[in-house]
């Protein structure tokens, strides 16, 4: 259950905002505007990628009057100008995707989107591989413009060789590969088809892993390590999706809580095709296949396995010509492993970096590759260390002995770049190369030298540039200036700043929390809250950056706005999120009640109208958060909520609460059946009825169990919609449904 919460993140400069009293006659937010065709961050890149030779910067940036469909852009480093390289409507007018497709795209949270999704350099810089709507497309930079059509037929994740030999992709459950030189497609695996997958990633690998491919280049062209997959064994669930004029009954492989997941394995072939090999998983067959990379060259592979209690997982080596293998890494946890990064094999093929949690923050370990076939790992030294932890590895430069890593070291609600010796000299004194105080996400060019800085805080939309290693300005790729043009400026007097704090839980750890105060707000009067949760394992909702435009627009509408991450959420230590290790609920709505308690003895806050409003597990949060607190929450909104944690599938559910069959207690606890009892306070639920990932199941149940106990409740349902409700004109009714809500149930009381 990745998080599921589209936030709008887009860049500007710093707003001027220090006061929380703005003009009355400023002109607010509306949900119109908000979720319209026309993007109020102004021209907001994604997709960034530098050139192989550094000299162009790529990305795709939705059209000024539709901000839902991508084209394909190139900033030149050299002359600093923009111009559009690849029209997406001009390679393919009317873009039918298939239901994998679509799935697909629900799983990588890009549903809704159109035109050029995604793309990628071939090595030499000459070529752009464009996957749309199924067909592949190579765009010649020395003829701008044109595009050559090399596959079509229900394309899936399409890549470019190392080498850029050939382009790789998966069609109808098989692998294929297709030589650029000959123009001969060349189809790898013959099995797939029903139950049978090739080169792809499963469901809770796609879902929980953040796997979104399921083959690997070899870096010389010489071969193709890929998954294989029977999911036979997977439960088949019948669930209904419901569209407006028609039903379709969808058998679909679910491998809920305790049930039998995929039999996977990983094989190897050469992309002239021939004689596919498999490399042996060992004598546990129940298992995760996290993912595989090679070693540096095409003669060693790597690959993440993990136990299905997710106790332990092994980086392990294989020698491609004798297929021996070797444990490099066992990381073990007596509650769960985390997926670690993608190692990092230096080039001259001694050494590679892993990050691990052993420690009780991640942190980066350089180890030295011995022994005859280079299978042997021993470890040499910590590269990061101390009472601080690192998001991930960005870049190594070896001839200079550096690496980069993102981090909240200087402030949790922050994510800054770090330098640090690739000897372990410093590692314990990370410099600091980003110095804007908020949220940088980083692209590195693949030599270091260079990297894209895409920069936000709560008052600033993403600013884009281009800089040296050390941090140093190059030049803006998109610096976005509010001025009497931008499609925000007209909203900017009303734009409500943002507070950060901290509170304590009750075991004395520290609590993050952010509050918008309503505009034109009045120290003497007492304001209804929106209080914002999602509160799962793995995300993190209070951060410094330029994020979710209707918490604007619900300041701006008269409410004290709160978030606050409780234990178990993301980028903190483990001793932070293991408190939740067995039971889903209690140390989270403890957390929120917190806040709430906090809240009431804030002057300013009405505490009889104090509202929560979640989605997904943010939706669960919401229903529990009822159960044990009416008498302090006034309403509460439920959005695609899981309900029964039996009803989730296997990776996310099992790696916090166990098999169901060890856990019985612990699984009866976690569902919010038996807490319901509690819930006293109006309550609006919604759910797309075609939802996949936390199945329209979960609602009826709930539905049914409210019915069972007289309890009344206000229902929303969208026929045909996902678990992110996506499209225009749902995000807009939903949206306005729920502020309906807590207008009728908070803002209309009257308070002194």
Do not use: C
């Not at 079509?152 to 030189?181: E, M, T």
């Not at 329209?696 to 019915?707: E, G, P």
């Amino acid at each position: 259950m990745r998080f599921p919460l589209r936030f709008l993140r887009f860049s500007l400069p710093v707003l001027f905002m220090t006061l929380t009293t703005l003009p009355s006659y400023a002109e607010k937010l509306s949900i119109d505007a908000i979720y319209g065709s026309t993007g109020l961050a102004g021209p907001a890149p994604r997709g960034l990628k530098v050139s192989p030779d550094g000299a162009r910067v790529t990305f795709l940036r939705g059209r000024e009057q539709d901000q839902f469909q991508f084209d394909l852009w190139e900033f030149n480093v050299k002359d600093k100008t923009t111009r559009l390289l690849v029209d997406s409507k001009s390679l393919q007018a009317n873009e039918q995707l298939s239901d994998q497709e679509k799935a697909r795209r629900e799983r990588e949270r890009v549903a809704g989107l159109r035109g050029i999704i995604d793309y990628s350099w071939s090595p030499d810089g000459k070529q752009i591989l464009v996957p749309l709507a199924g067909d592949l497309f190579l765009v010649d930079l020395a003829h701008v413009g044109k595009a050559r059509k090399i596959a079509s037929g229900s394309v899936l994740d399409a890549k470019i060789s190392p080498l850029g030999k050939y382009v790789s992709f998966v069609r109808d459950q098989n692998l294929f590969v297709f030589n650029v030189a000959s123009g001969k497609e060349v189809q790898l695996t013959t099995d797939g088809g029903g139950d049978i997958h090739n080169a792809e990633a499963e469901f809770v690998a796609q879902e929980e892993m953040a796997q979104t491919s399921g083959y690997w280049w070899a870096p010389d062209d010489s071969a193709i390590a890929f998954k294989h997959f029977d999911e036979s064994m997977v439960p088949k669930v019948k669930r209904f999706e419901i569209y407006a004029n028609h039903t379709d009954v969808i058998e679909q492989r679910y491998p809920y809580a305790g049930a039998a997941n995929v039999q996977v394995s990983l094989a190897l072939v050469s992309p002239e095709g021939g004689a596919i090999r498999t490399v042996d998983l060992g004598s546990e067959k129940d298992i995760y296949l996290v993912r595989a990379d090679w070693m540096g060259d095409g003669k060693r592979l790597s690959y993440q396995r993990q136990s299905r209690d997710q106790k332990r997982l092994d980086l392990v080596a294989v020698d491609v010509a004798s297929m021996h293998q070797h444990i490099l890494v066992s990381e073990t946890s007596q509650t769960w492993t985390g997926i670690p990064d993608k190692p990092y094999f230096l080039g001259h093929g001694k050494s590679f970096l892993w990050t691990s949690e052993r420690s009780g923050r991640k942190h980066l370990y350089l180890y030295g590759l011995d022994g005859a076939d280079g299978l042997d790992a021993r470890l040499l030294h910590p590269v990061t260390a101390g009472e601080w932890g690192i998001d991930n590895l960005l870049a190594v430069d070896e001839k200079a002995g550096r690496v980069y890593v993102a981090s909240n070291r200087d402030a949790v609600t922050d994510k800054q770049v770090y330098a640090l010796p690739l000897d372990g000299s410093g590692a314990t004194q990370p410099r600091r190369i980003t110095q804007a105080d908020g949220w940088h996400d980083i692209q590195f060019a693949r030599q270091g030298n260079i990297f894209i800085d895409t920069w936000s805080d709560p008052d600033t939309p993403p600013q884009v540039s281009l800089r040296q290693a050390d941090g140093s300005m190059l030049t803006w790729i998109e610096h976005n200036e509010l001025n009497a043009s931008h499609p925000y400026a007209r909203y900017r007097d009303a734009h409500v700043p943002t507070e950060f704090g901290t509170l304590q839980s009750a075991d004395g750890q520290t609590l993050h929390y952010s509050l918008r105060k309503p505009l034109n707000f009045d120290a003497g009067k007492r304001y209804p809250v929106f209080l914002v949760v999602y509160g799962g394992p793995g995300a993190q909702t209070v951060e410094r950056k330029w994020s979710n435009l209707f918490d604007q627009y619900m300041a701006q509408q008269g409410y004290i706005v709160f978030r606050l991450d409780n234990r178990g959420s993301a980028r903190r230590e483990r001793r932070f999120t293991d408190a939740i290790y067995g039971e889903f609920g209690p140390h989270e709505v403890a957390d929120q009640v917190a806040g709430i308690d906090w809240l009431a003895k804030q002057g300013f806050v009405d505490a009889r109208r104090i509202g929560v409003f979640g989605w997904s597990y943010g939706g669960f949060m919401s229903l529990r958060l009822l159960s044990a607190a009416s008498d302090k929450i006034a309403a509460g909104v439920s959005v695609a909520p899981v309900t029964d944690w039996a009803l989730y599938d296997t990776h996310y559910t099992e790696q916090f609460i166990g098999h169901p069959k060890d856990n019985v207690d612990g699984y009866k606890k976690s569902h919010v059946f038996a807490h319901l009892d509690g819930l006293h306070s109006p309550l609006l639920l919604v759910h797309g009825m075609a939802d996949d990932n936390v199945l329209f199941t979960n609602s009826t149940q709930l539905i049914d169990a409210l019915a069972a106990r007289g309890i009344l409740f206000d229902l929303m349902t969208y026929p045909g919609a996902k678990h992110g409700i996506s499209g225009a004109a749902n995000q807009k009714h939903v949206y306005r449904t729920i502020e309906a809500f807590f207008k009728r149930h908070l803002a209309e009381k009257q308070s002194n």
